[in-house]
Every structure is written in structure tokens, then in C-alpha cells.
């Protein structure tokens, strides 16, 4: 049994240490930890002014820089579209900035927008799966087959019908009158508008030479249905991924542009699938004046022939190639 005695000498080896301490910090350490802690506290207020001002440089240089990007971006883009229309089709949620940021590039081009729409809810919505389905085997008889001739065929399914009807009322043209649009192409508009899957931002005035899809990078399906077995976010990727490759297919020239990459958005769907990389540009970054400036060198590049993947992320390139009478003359 531990007696009083241990405690005692437990208590007295307590006070000990106490005092032993208390003496120390107040006679010979003292100097020598103040000191400590002064040094401390001015190398790191040294550290952080220092800090400062380089994010201060640097905000700076980055001001420089846009500027400059800014004034050589209309040089840069300046005459690359000139003589051609393009339609510009929002998949999903695009901001008023952006939106704005990139149709003043396209301008700044040369190039003439001729349509501005935006694809309902319902295009990707899981739930209007089955409207979708019967709309798309009503439109199957009333698509031109000129037009639609090695891309839609007797097995084609639902996304790739409604891509081609929209790329069909979007480019096709009367056979008589070059800027006309053939009569297929607005009955395929009217139908689209009539059931809910299209709204016109601007009516088309004539048809487009090239399509671009724009996106602002929420491309999911926000509507989800509990009684889909299949994932209802898929469903809506695969119908604007079907968009893009039949539009590009159609057309000849489709490319497709958002925010910065994320897993699952359009344009990383676009670039994980060799078949659609093949034929579909892509632009990422369009929320910053670098990736809007892209665009239309996009366009023309693949207008050209040159199909590629724009953006700063790996595998992606920075610049397209300088297009020059319809030619891709070597990367910038």
C-alpha cells in the first residue's frame, strides 16, 4: 500500500521542479529565450512583408499581361473568319459574361453570327427521355437525306436524330439560294421549337457555315429521375456529346467550348474519346480572355482542315495553327 510518505515526497519533487524552472526563466534563460523569440518574430515579419510585396508585383504583372493579351488578341484573331457565318448553340448555363466575351471575338474575327439558340432542359433531362424518343421518330422521315447522307442511317438512335435535325436546321441551305435556308431546315427548327428542346436567342437569318457549341461547364442533368436505371448525368453527356460529333459530321466544322476542364464536363468528354477528338475541336478556359480569343482561331483552324484540343491543360495546345487562305500554315 502506497502511505502518506510517498505523497510527500511526490509533492516535495513537484514544488522542486517549479522552482527550478522559475529560476532558470527569470536569471539565465531569460536573455537567451527573449532573444530567441525576437529573432523569430522579425524573421517572420521580414518573410511576410517580403511576401506581400511580390503578390503585389505580381498582380501587377498579371494586369501587364492581360492588358497586352487584350491589345493583341484583335490583331491576333483580326480577318480569321472573314466570309464565314457561325451558329452558336448554348448547351447548358453560359454566363451573360461569358457569352458576351466570346461572341465580341467572333466579331472581332470577321465572322458573322447568324443563329444564337440554347438547348432546353429537355434536351438532356432524363425524365423527357421518352419525348425525346418519340420526337426523334417523327423526325427521322423529315430529315433530308442529301444533307444527313453516311451520318444518320436506319440504326441511328435517338441523340444523333436530334443532333442532325438541329445541324440540319441550323446549316442546311436551298438548293437554289445559297444564303436560304432549305425548306427541311425550318421545318426541322419549327419542329424543334415546338416541342420544348430549342430556344432562339437571336432567329437564324441565314445558314451557318460552322457550329459552336458553347458551354458554361454545368453540363449534368439537374432534372434526375429515380425510375432511370441508367445514370441520368449520362444520358445528358451522351446527347451533347452526339451533338457534337454529327454536328461536326454535318456541318464539317464543329467545335465545342467551356470553362476550364472538369471530369465530366462536355469538353473533357469530347477529348476522352478518340472517335470525337478526331473531328470536334475543343477550347477550354473561355472564362479568361486567353481561352475567348481561342475560339474563333479554333474555327478557322479546323474550317481548314486542323481539328485539335486548345487549352492549357496536358496534352491540350496552346495556339492553333495561323490559318492563311483557308490553310493551316504551322502552329503559333
Do not use: C
Amino acid at each position: 500500500m502506497i502511505d502518506f510518505r510517498y505523497h510527500l515526497v511526490s509533492l516535495i519533487s513537484v514544488f522542486l521542479a517549479l522552482a527550478v524552472g522559475i529560476i532558470l526563466g527569470a536569471g539565465p534563460l531569460q536573455g537567451t529565450l527573449g532573444d530567441q523569440l525576437t529573432e523569430q518574430v522579425d524573421t517572420l515579419r521580414t518573410e511576410r512583408n517580403e511576401l506581400r510585396d511580390e503578390l503585389v508585383q505580381a498582380q501587377a504583372t498579371s494586369q501587364d499581361q492581360r492588358r497586352f493579351i487584350e491589345s493583341a488578341g484583335d490583331q491576333l484573331v483580326a480577318g480569321s473568319l472573314a466570309g464565314l457565318n457561325v451558329a452558336v448553340v448554348e448547351v447548358d448555363e453560359v454566363s451573360d459574361a461569358s457569352r458576351k466575351a466570346v461572341l465580341d471575338e467572333l466579331e472581332a474575327a470577321d465572322g458573322t453570327v447568324v443563329a444564337q439558340e440554347r438547348l432546353a432542359a429537355s434536351w438532356t433531362s432524363a425524365d423527357e427521355l421518352t419525348m425525346r424518343e418519340t420526337v426523334a421518330d417523327g423526325l427521322r422521315e423529315k430529315l433530308p437525306t442529301d444533307a444527313v447522307e453516311g451520318v444518320i442511317d436506319d440504326e441511328s438512335g435517338t441523340a444523333d436524330l436530334l443532333a442532325a435535325s438541329l445541324t440540319v436546321a441550323l446549316t442546311d441551305t436551298a438548293p437554289a439560294e445559297p444564303g436560304s435556308f432549305s425548306d427541311a431546315a425550318l421545318e426541322q427548327q419549327h419542329l424543334l421549337e415546338q416541342v420544348g428542346l430549342v430556344e432562339q436567342i437571336a432567329e437564324p437569318s441565314s445558314p451557318a457555315d460552322a457550329i459552336l457549341l458553347l458551354s458554361g461547364g454545368d453540363t449534368g442533368d439537374g432534372d434526375q429521375s429515380e425510375t432511370q436505371d441508367a445514370d441520368p448525368e449520362q444520358i445528358g453527356m451522351n446527347a451533347l456529346a452526339a451533338l457534337a460529333g454529327t454536328s461536326a459530321e454535318i456541318a464539317g466544322t464543329s467545335v465545342v467550348a467551356g470553362p476550364t476542364t472538369q471530369d465530366g464536363d462536355l469538353v473533357a468528354t469530347v477529348r476522352a474519346d478518340d472517335e470525337l477528338a478526331d473531328k470536334v475541336s475543343t477550347v477550354s478556359g473561355v472564362e479568361q480572355t486567353t481561352g475567348q480569343i481561342v475560339v474563333p482561331l479554333a474555327i478557322a483552324a479546323q474550317e481548314a482542315g486542323a481539328v485539335d484540343q486548345y487549352g492549357f491543360e496536358d496534352g491540350a495546345s496552346v495556339l492553333p495553327p495561323v490559318v492563311e487562305h483557308g490553310e493551316p500554315q504551322g502552329n503559333g
